[in-house]
């Protein structure tokens, strides 16, 4: 009933940017917040960064200072700019969203399937 699809990844030099793009779609009344996560190769999946519906953001420490999330409400879409890349932020970087299908129902958590960011030194 709600997808939600990432892109942006690639592939990049360190010290290089690149944009990720979230766009959540389907029966939707409301989303909250919205955030980034990441998984390298062989770890768990952590936190990047999340930005709620009316603005309020946080980031991991490793990102804060480098990276930066952003959203359209209109669009129900979320960005996350990442500037001054380094090889250690090369992993899959997947997107969720805290979604409600009608007014006043349960709020869900929807994944997307990820995107691929490698960062070459």
């Known amino acids: 009933q709600v997808q939600v699809v990432e892109s942006g990844g690639g592939l990049v030099q360190a010290g290089g940017a690149l944009r990720l793009s979230c766009t959540a779609s389907?029966?939707?009344?409301?989303?909250?917040?919205m955030g980034w996560y990441r998984q390298a190769p062989g770890n768990q999946r952590d936190a990047v960064a999340h930005?709620?519906?009316?603005?309020?953001?946080h980031y991991a420490d490793s990102v804060k200072g480098r990276f930066t999330v952003s959203r359209d409400n209109a669009k129900n879409t979320v960005y996350l700019q990442m500037n001054s890349l380094k090889p250690e932020d090369t992993a899959v970087y997947y997107c969720?969203?805290?979604?409600?299908?009608?007014?006043?129902?349960?709020?869900?958590?929807?994944w997307g399937q990820g995107t691929r960011v490698t960062v070459s030194s």
């Open positions: 389907g029966v939707i009344s409301s989303i909250n917040a």
């Open positions: 930005i709620t519906s009316d603005g309020g953001t």
């Open positions: 969720n969203a805290y979604a409600t299908i009608v007014p006043g129902g349960k709020e869900r958590e929807y």
